[in-house]
Nanobody
Framework: QVQLAESGGGLVQAGGSLRLSCAAS????????MGWFRQAPGKEREFVAA????????DHADSVKGRFTISRDNAKSTVYLQMHNLKPEDTAVYYC????????????????????WGQGTQVTVSS
């Protein structure tokens, strides 16, 4: 089992940058594919980015491609979401998620694939 704790959210002006972090407990972080999702007020939670166990493969939603980058540091048991050129429509609660997988190259973009979730961190982008 793994516990996840997001940090790094906040209020930023449009065009600004933030880096979210998600720290995982436990000693087997490298056994988990990781993902970031977000949920805006009144909307369903949506996929943002995912990364394989080794970090060698990533995927990003079309809405954030070229602006957001997911990465991980297995030695620190942490996954990151670097966000640039933020837009008001990026305003949401951002969640990290973990899925234990035996496949080193797999990553997942579907909410149901993930077993563990953090509590979320609020990102607010002002216009």
């Amino acid at each position: 089992q793994v516990q996840l704790a997001e940090s790094g959210g906040g209020l930023v002006q449009a065009g600004g940058s933030l880096r979210l972090s998600c720290a995982a407990s436990g000693r087997t972080f490298s056994s988990y594919a990781m993902g970031w999702f977000r949920q805006a007020p009144g909307k369903e939670r949506e996929f943002v980015a995912a990364i394989s166990r080794s970090g060698g493969r990533t995927d990003h939603a079309d809405s954030v491609k070229g602006r957001f980058t997911i990465s991980r540091d297995n030695a620190k048991s942490t996954v990151y979401l670097q966000m640039h050129n933020l837009k008001p429509e990026d305003t949401a609660v951002y969640y990290c998620a973990a899925d234990r997988t035996y496949s080193s190259g797999s990553y997942y973009s579907t909410e149901g694939d993930y077993d563990y979730w953090g509590q979320g961190t609020q990102v607010t982008v002002s216009s």
